[in-house]
Nanobody, 117 residues
Framework: QVQLVESGGGLVQPGGSLRLSCAASGFIFSAFTMNWYRQAPGKERELVATITSAGGTTYYLDSVKGRFTISRDNAKNTVYLQMNKLEAEDTAVYYC??????????WGQGTQVTVSS
């Protein structure tokens, strides 16, 4: 049974930083691409960042390029999203999704990120 557990969200001032974590279990984590999505109130869920199985290739939503960094530790079955220079527009619930391309693909429960002064 796939489980994805996000943590690290919270309230931060504009310009601040947060690091989200997603602890995965129930599948061979090191074999699969993983994703971070987000959903702001009244908006559709959007793909924020992707990282391939060995971490060699990443993808970012244009609006977060240069500010967010996705990474993974396959020894810990965990994927991270380092978010710097946060803006009010980054306020959303952030979700981990994976294993990408598998019938086992699942969503985590989400973690709230609020950027406000």
């Amino acid at each position: 049974q796939v489980q994805l557990v996000e943590s690290g969200g919270g309230l931060v001032q504009p310009g601040g930083s947060l690091r989200l974590s997603c602890a995965a279990s129930g599948f061979i984590f090191s074999a699969f691409t993983m994703n971070w999505y987000r959903q702001a109130p009244g908006k559709e869920r959007e793909l924020v960042a992707t990282i391939t199985s060995a971490g060699g290739t990443t993808y970012y939503l244009d609006s977060v390029k240069g500010r967010f960094t996705i990474s993974r530790d396959n020894a810990k079955n965990t994927v991270y999203l380092q978010m710097n220079k946060l803006e009010a527009e980054d306020t959303a619930v952030y979700y981990c999704y994976g294993p990408y391309g598998s019938v086992l693909s699942s969503w985590g429960q989400g973690t709230q990120v609020t950027v406000s002064s």
